[in-house]
Nanobody, 125 residues
Framework: QVQLVESGGGSVQAGGSLRLSCAAF????????VGWFRQAPGKEREGVAT???????TYADSVKGRFTISKDNVKNTLYLQMNSLKPDDTAMYYC???????????????????WGQGTQVTVSS
């Protein structure tokens, strides 16, 4: 059974950093597309970053240059390093896996069929 478990959220002041982790269980993590998504109160869920098995990454314009998605294939874990955080980054963050796609990872959440429980990130000004 595929399971994704996030950790690493918390509260931080603007300009600070956090690193989110997502441990995967039940499948070989590096075989399909994975991504980070977020949902702020009253807003739709949006794609933050994706990573393909081949190592190609994509980022939302709002986080380019500040966030980095990476994988540890030995630990079967996905990371999101978030630097220079802004109050607008406040949201529930989710990791997700698309076990139907090997490349050209989508930033559309409807493409992803496995989700973690989410971890809250709060950035104060």
């Amino acid at each position: 059974q595929v399971q994704l478990v996030e950790s690493g959220g918390g509260s931080v002041q603007a300009g600070g950093s956090l690193r989110l982790s997502c441990a995967a269980f039940g499948y070989a993590f590096n075989t399909y597309c994975v991504g980070w998504f977020r949902q702020a109160p009253g807003k739709e869920r949006e794609g933050v970053a994706t990573a393909s098995p081949g190592g190609r990454t994509t980022y939302a314009d709002s986080v380019k240059g500040r966030f980095t998605i990476s994988k540890d294939n030995v630990k079967n874990t996905l990371y999101l390093q978030m630097n220079s955080l802004k109050p607008d980054d406040t949201a529930m963050y989710y990791c997700a896996a698309d076990l139907t796609r090997l490349s050209r990872c989508s930033s559309d959440d409807s493409s992803y069929n496995y989700w973690g429980q989410g971890t809250q990130v709060t950035v104060s000004s």
